[in-house]
C-alpha cells in the first residue's frame, strides 16, 4: 500500500519552545492531510488539516504547511504547554478517497 | 467539531464468542465509515470501508467472515468480531466523513478496547 512516513518518532521540548513534525506520502492522489492528536486510550482527535490546493493553513498556535511538489507535510506547534504532550499522527487519503494511511505516530513530551 | 460515538468503550469477552461495536455519527450523516484497528504503541491501520446500503470493502489480509460489517443506515455501522481469539484483543476505532457546513473532514470515534480471554 501507499505509505505515509513520519519523523521524529519522539520528540521532547521544553515549555514555551516550538515542535515541529513532519511527513512524507508517496499517493499522488491524496488531496486531504490531516492531523491528529491522541492521548492515552483515546481515540485521535483532530486538530488540523489541510487540502492539496492550500499550501499553509494556521490556528491558533498550530500551522501546517503543504509541499505537494515534494509530498511532504509538517506540523508546527508553538509556545507548547505540557496538555500538548501526546502522541500526534500525520494521515493521507488514499486513492483520493477518504479512507486514510497513517504515519507511526510521534510521541511529544512538553516539559515544564 | 462533529460526532463520532462509539459503543462499548470496553468489552471484555470469552474466546470463541462474538462482540459486536457500534459507531455512530451522531450530527451528520455518513455514507462512508471506516474502521481501523490499533495495537499498543502502534499506529492505526485500515480495515474496512463501511459502506451505507451496500458491501464493506476490506483491507488485503483482513477476514471479512472473522470482522462483519454492516452499514445499515446513514448513521450507524457496526463491527461484529466472531469467534474472536486472544489475539483479536485491541483497540477498535471507527472514523466518518462529515460533509456540509462540517467541511468535509474526517472524525475519528473514541475508540473500543476489546480483550478477549
Known amino acids: 500500500g501507499e505509505n505515509v512516513e513520519q519523523h521524529p518518532s519522539t520528540l521532547s521540548v521544553q515549555e514555551g519552545d516550538s515542535a515541529v513534525i513532519k511527513c512524507t506520502y508517496s499517493?499522488?492522489?491524496?488531496?486531504?492531510f490531516p492531523w491528529y492528536k491522541q492521548e492515552l486510550g483515546k481515540g485521535p482527535q483532530l486538530i488540523i488539516d489541510i487540502r492539496s490546493n492550500v499550501g499553509e493553513k494556521k490556528d491558533q498556535r498550530i500551522a501546517v504547511t503543504l509541499n505537494k511538489t515534494a509530498k511532504h507535510f509538517s506540523l508546527h506547534i508553538t509556545e507548547t504547554q505540557p496538555e500538548d504532550s501526546a502522541v500526534y499522527f500525520c494521515?493521507?487519503?488514499?486513492?483520493?478517497?477518504?479512507?486514510?494511511?497513517f504515519g507511526k505516530g510521534t510521541s511529544l513530551l512538553v516539559t515544564p | 467539531g462533529a460526532v463520532v460515538s462509539q459503543h462499548p468503550s470496553r468489552v471484555i469477552c470469552k474466546s470463541g464468542t462474538s462482540v459486536k461495536i457500534e459507531c455512530r455519527s451522531l450530527d451528520f450523516q455518513a455514507t462512508t465509515m471506516f474502521w481501523y484497528r490499533q495495537f499498543p504503541k502502534q499506529s492505526l491501520m485500515l480495515m474496512a470501508t463501511s459502506n451505507e446500503g451496500s458491501k464493506a470493502t476490506y483491507e488485503q489480509g483482513v477476514e471479512k467472515d472473522k470482522f462483519l460489517i454492516n452499514h445499515a443506515s446513514l448513521t450507524l455501522s457496526t463491527l461484529t468480531v466472531t469467534s474472536a481469539h486472544p489475539e483479536d484483543s485491541s483497540f477498535y476505532i471507527c472514523s466518518a466523513r462529515a460533509t456540509g457546513v462540517w467541511g468535509n473532514t474526517i472524525y475519528f470515534g473514541e475508540g473500543s478496547w476489546l480483550t478477549v480471554v
Open positions: 494521515a493521507a487519503t488514499r486513492n483520493s478517497g477518504y479512507a486514510l494511511n
Open positions: 499517493d499522488s492522489a491524496s488531496n486531504y
